[in-house]
Structure formats: C-alpha cells, structure tokens
C-alpha cells in the first residue's frame, strides 16, 4: 500500500520539527559532545531516525527499514566503493615508499608549513574533488600532510575546511547535474548561478584556511601567495561555469590554481619562514619526511600513478565512457517494499507524487571502478604482482572496516529522513522565513550536507522543496537551488562521511569528536556568510550580477 508523507504529524510545526531534528541532534551530540566512536554513533543515529519515521511520522515499518537497507547499499556502492579504492591505492604506493617522494617533491614548492597545506589541502584538494569527489581529496591530501610531519589534527580538520569552495562541481559536476534533474531548472542556468556564488568563497577560503592554521598575524605574511592561489582558482571557476557548464569546474581551475602557485613560489618567498608545527595541534604521528630532493627519474616514476587516476577518473567521469560501461552491463532493482509507494504531498511538492527507489549496481560505469583499475596498473608497475594486490586490498578492507560501517549508516539514516519525510519537515521549518527565505535557504543546503555527506544527495533532497518555496515568496528558483549547492558545500566539513574519511586517512580513528568540535565553527561560520550572500543577490544587487 503507498503511504503519503505528513510534515507536521503532532498538528504543531515546532514540535514536529523539533522531533524531525532529533536524529541530527543525536548524531552529533554522540559524535562531538560524548566522543562514541563514528560507526556507534552513526549506528544510534539511525535508530533514533527509524524511531522518528516510524513512531512520531507514521511510516510503515516495513518502508523505514528497505529505506535503511537502501540508502546503505547506496553508501557501500558508489561511495564506499570509491574510498576503499583510492585508499588502496595509497596502500600500495605508500609501502612502496613511492608516496614518502610525492610528498618529498610537494614540499620542494616551499618548506613553509603555511604554504604546503595551501598548496596540498587547496589546490591539490581542489583537483581530486573535480575528478573524483565523494572523500576522495580528503583522503588524499590528508595523508599526504600526515606525511609531511603535520599532526593528525591540523592534517584531518584542515583539509576538511579547504575542501569547501570545490564541492559544488565535484566529480565532474555530479552535484549540479543532480540539482537540474530533481529541479527541472536548466544546468546551464544553474552552473551560472552556483558559479556567481562559489568564486567569492574561492577567493575568501584560502584566507579562511590558513588563519585558522596559523593565525591573522602569520597569515598576512603570505598574502601575496594565498591571493594568487585564490585568484587563479576563482577566475577559471567562473568562466569555466559560465561560459562552459559544470563538468570540467573543478579540474581546470584546480590546474591553473597549482600552476600558478608553484610559478609564482619560484621568485617570491616569505620574509619569515614557518617551519615548525603549532604547538596546539600536537604532535604529528609519524617522523618528518626525510629531507634532500628526490631525482627526477624517481619523483616521475612517483607522480605517474597520480596522472594513471587522474586519466581513469576523468574517463569514467564523462557521460560518454558512463553510458558506453553501462551498455555493457548495468543491473536495476526495484526496492521491495519502497518503490513508488511512498508519496510526497504538498508544499514540498506542486502536486502529489510518487518517490522512486531503484538501487542501481552499475558496477563498471562506478568511479570507483575506474580507480581500482588505476590502483592495480599503478601497483604493476611500482613491482606488485598478483599476490602483493590481493594481500594490500585484504588490508584496505580491513583498515576500512569501521569506515564503511559508518558511511553504510549514515547513508541509511539519511535515506530514512527523505523518505520519512522528516527531511522536508526540516526545509519546510526555514522556509517559514519569509522574506529571510534566501537566508535559510542557504542553511537548507549545510544541513542537507551534513545529513547525507554528500552535496548531490542535499541537492537531491532539497532541490525541489528549494524551488517551490522559491515561487511561492517570488524569488528566483535558479537562485535558491543554487543557494542550496553553494551552501551545502560548507556542510561538507562536519558530515560523518567527511570526518570518517578524514579519520581514516590519518590513522587517527576514534577521534572524530575532536575533529568535528574543530571544524564546526568554520562550517557554520562560512554557510552564514553565503547566506548573507544570497540574500543580498535576491533583494539588493541584480541577479544577473557578472552574468556574461
């Protein structure tokens, strides 16, 4: 039998949204307040949410738990499935010291603390989420600050915050081309719009970042460097959206940005140079990568696996390569039980609705895929054969055991919210705002992040309720869905996935409270102002402010 949503079950909107944010309260509270380990937390967080669902909104019981089985098969395909990859691949590079000489060349750019985690979580972080997203450039480049002698703290919590401006088009523009396909609104319109928004953020965060390392007075010291970093990623980034679309944002404005940081690094150096570690991050968990420069014949052989992913995750990226690989092979499974039996109603949607549940195992065309594939042909040629993989991914499995747990649960309570409807319950609760609407809006997005890890997912939840709610006060909907990308991106910081990966990659698991009580602020903080932002593009200057 199909069950209709209800958004205000008690007959009282403050007490119905006050029991549709109680799984987020708890989530949180267990992560950050009682430091319970992610998977226990997120596991705790997912009883409170099938409680919600079922006891306070009405859910079939049945419907809450394919909900839960579903959103964490989503979770273990594609999302864990692209984390387990590339932390393979960094297994395998990393025992074969070939990653101790990528760090050993980076940090030939500047042996300036400030200006390596510029370089690495910004520039560098920014490539990785263009190609791949999904955790990908945390995990990547917070194990290689790990590698450099930062400590688990400033390498996990500050590659969180760099990995903000880029989200909104990563994986080649996955997230705006999910937000088009819930919105029915245009992708060129909306990669316009999102692309009038971010670049400030392109240009504020690395600023953002390197205060938060280091403080005001040793951030002024570079300015010269962070502006050109910034810059140099803001200015692609708008015309790449503007002129082109959402597909390519990322990685071209990621290349300009390290070309012309590296570049301008070789006639420009700061007055004092920071070498040493703050002390208030502690101690980093393994020794300094040994100094002396590398040869050039090693630092290739040591980039080459590097430019292998990038050629494989930039192939499996495009729509052409992903239609060709499912042509071959693609399996389609109805959720028993979910399929097209839960109805959205109004004013979440214009009309009532049926909310499909296909599980997709598009086993070839997943970006992880692509990945594994460059792992194994880059462990062949650094000298693994056969054996060695299999050894190396049975100890990625294991070294990602909890990990997956955690994102398996939290995909599972995030899919319980949508199709509970306690989601919407939560937008609906902002979007009484009225004319602070584009404020919230933006809120909308951050907590749609937070709850899912996943900016496509936010913009899948709250794409249409954005778009609604937008026509319904009068404001432009390519600008409120565009709001609920941009601000979603500074929820990317403190979701559980994010934390876990970031966790992982710094061999610092079990203390995702600290890192999650570090970066909360700096998410928070950040999502403010893009309110404020679209706020101001809804009421005070043009729309079409730099439209070309």
Not at 228 to 235: D, E
Not at 301 to 324: E, M
Not at 432 to 452: D, M, N
Request: glycine share 10%; net charge positive.
């Amino acid at each position: 039998m199909a069950w209709t949503q209800a958004y205000d079950p008690f007959n009282n909107p403050w007490l119905s949204t006050a029991a549709a944010a109680l799984p987020v309260i708890v989530l949180l509270s267990a992560i950050a307040i009682f430091e319970i380990k992610a998977h226990w937390a997120a596991a705790i967080g997912l009883v409170t949410a099938l409680g919600v669902a079922v006891f306070a909104f009405g859910m079939p019981a049945g419907m809450a738990g394919m909900a839960a089985i579903y959103g964490a098969g989503f979770g273990l395909l594609p999302i864990g499935w692209i984390i387990i990859n590339i932390i393979f691949l960094y297994q395998l590079l990393n025992e074969k010291g070939e990653f101790a000489v990528l760090q050993r060349s980076v940090s030939t750019i500047s042996d300036d603390r400030r200006l390596q985690l510029l370089f690495i979580a910004f520039s560098l972080g920014a490539f990785f989420e263009g190609a791949a997203g999904f955790g990908t450039p945390v995990a990547v480049t917070a194990a290689m600050l790990i590698g450099l002698g930062f400590s688990p703290l400033a390498a996990s919590g500050l590659s969180l915050v760099a990995n903000t401006a880029p989200v909104a088009y990563g994986a080649l523009g996955t997230p705006v081309i999910a937000l088009s396909a819930v919105t029915g609104l245009d992708l060129q319109e909306l990669s316009g719009m999102i692309g009038r928004q971010l670049p400030f953020f392109s240009l504020l965060v690395p600023f953002w970042l390197i205060w938060a390392f280091v403080g005001f007075r040793r951030m002024i010291e570079i300015w010269p460097a962070i502006l050109v970093a910034g810059v140099s990623f803001a200015v692609p980034q708008y015309l790449v959206s503007n002129f082109h679309g959402p597909w390519l944002v990322d990685v071209i404005a990621a290349v300009v940005s390290m070309a012309s940081l590296a570049l301008f690094l070789r006639v420009w150096r700061p007055v004092h140079a920071m070498k040493e570690m703050p002390a208030r991050y502690g101690a980093p968990l393994s020794a300094e990568t040994p100094a002396g420069k590398a040869t050039k014949a090693a630092v290739a052989k040591a980039w080459t696996p590097w430019l292998i992913f990038s050629a494989f995750v930039f192939a499996w990226g495009t729509p052409q390569v992903k239609s060709w690989l499912d042509s071959i092979w693609v399996a389609k499974f109805p959720v028993l039980g979910l399929h097209n039996l839960v109805q959205k109603a109004p004013p979440v949607v214009a009309k009532p609705v049926a909310e499909g549940a296909v599980y997709v195992l598009n086993l070839l065309s997943a970006a992880g895929t692509g990945i594994l594939l460059s792992a194994i042909i880059s462990g062949l040629l650094v000298g693994y054969g056969p054996s060695g993989l299999i050894r190396m991914y049975a100890r990625t499995l294991y070294l990602t055991r909890y990990s997956l747990a955690t994102i398996a649960c939290m995909l599972a309570l995030g899919f319980v919210t949508r199709y509970s409807g306690t989601d919407a319950t939560l937008g609906l609760a902002f979007a009484k705002t009225g004319a602070l609407y584009p404020f919230f809006g933006a809120l909308i997005g951050w907590l749609g992040v937070a709850l899912t890890g996943s900016d496509t997912s936010s913009n899948v939840l709250f794409g249409g309720l954005q778009r609604i709610s937008a026509e319904q006060i009068g404001i432009s909907p390519v600008l409120m869905a565009a709001a609920n990308s941009s601000g979603g991106v500074m929820g990317k910081m403190i979701d559980a996935q994010s934390i876990v990966v970031a966790s992982t990659a710094t061999k610092w698991y079990g203390h995702e409270g600290t890192i999650l009580r570090f970066v909360f602020f700096h998410s928070f903080a950040l999502v403010v102002l893009v309110g404020v932002l679209v706020l101001g593009q809804a009421y005070i200057w043009p729309l079409r402010l730099l439209v070309p």
